[in-house]
């Protein structure tokens, strides 16, 4: 008895250590995954601080020079009323013309001074739903910014089983973390896009290809109001079925591409037409 009591109090130690091994080599290996999600998330923030640098740069630097222009002008006209080369009517019309031509330059700068704040309000809602998600398989989800608009790609894969619209349970905590995202951007509105690859569906219950990612979409747009909370009236299903392929439908990897739901945040257009509209344009 004192035996066995000798060995359990002698191996007891060693048990205790090689766990407590094992969990500082899980928590060293969660920490250097963060950290290097962490350091991408810095360099994509210093990029963003760059082009937001220079853009404003590049708007005082268009500032300076209309503002040069404008002196110029009226210099200009000064010299040739003072040569008595035009009237003084004739100078006032040409003033008016340059002040018309001075107005349209700083119109088309409110729109670059626009498109420079869509750029980066896109650019860090990208950083943050990067932040959200994690380190996720780039395969399954792809987050990017095309042409002014904010793009994530959600593979088929990981949503749905071959052939259904229920979205798989496992893939409610990736909507979770964009939808996150999405209700902390109260004035953005977004779609919810179903694509398929180009091979017919047999199942039966539904028409087809076209039918199944109608389906497929609300499906998601359905989970993200009843259990996220993110407002029907910001969200819009729609079903491209087989038709905007990213990649061939000749090889499985080009359908497996081509098998996603796509979250497309709409450009506020709105904005832009208050600036069409404004009464001080003409």
């Known amino acids: 008895m004192n035996f066995k009591y000798l060995i359990l109090t002698a191996t007891a ?15 060293e290996l969660r920490y250097n995954n963060l950290n290097t999600s962490y350091m991408a998330l810095q360099g994509q923030m210093a990029a963003c601080r760059d082009s937001s640098a220079k853009y404003l740069d590049r708007i005082k630097a268009l500032n300076d020079q209309l503002s040069n222009q404008q002196t110029s002008n009226s210099q200009m006209l000064q010299q040739l009323k003072d040569l008595s080369v035009i009237s003084g009517s004739q100078a006032e019309s040409i003033k008016k013309s ?41 395969q399954d989800i792809n987050i990017k910014v095309d042409k002014g608009v904010v793009y994530i790609d959600i593979s088929d894969k990981l949503l749905f089983k071959s052939g259904r619209y229920e979205v798989n349970q496992q893939a409610k905590v990736v909507l979770g973390k964009v939808a996150t995202v999405l209700k902390n951007q109260p004035d953005i509105e977004f779609m ?60 499985d990897s080009g359908r497996a591409t081509n098998r ?20 001080q344009r003409k």
């Open 98 to 138: 340059l002040e018309n031509i001075g107005a349209k330059d700083a119109y088309i700068k409110d729109l670059q001074s626009a498109i420079s704040r869509k750029d980066s309000l896109n650019m860090a809602l990208v950083m943050n739903l990067k932040g959200a998600i994690g380190n996720l398989d780039d």
């Open 192 to 251: 919810v896009e179903g694509h398929t690859d180009n091979v017919p569906y047999r199942d039966g219950v539904l028409l087809d290809n076209w039918d199944l990612s109608v389906k497929r979409a609300t499906s998601v747009v359905r989970i993200l109001q009843s259990e996220y909370g993110v407002p029907a009236a910001r969200m819009t299903a729609a079903g491209r079925g087989e038709y905007i392929p990213l990649a061939s439908n000749d090889t």
């Open 260 to 279: 996603r739901t796509r979250i497309v945040i709409l450009p506020e257009l709105d904005q832009f037409f208050k600036l069409l509209e404004s009464p």
């Open 13 to 27: 130690p060693l048990f205790l250590f090689s766990s407590c091994s094992k969990k500082l080599k899980e928590a």
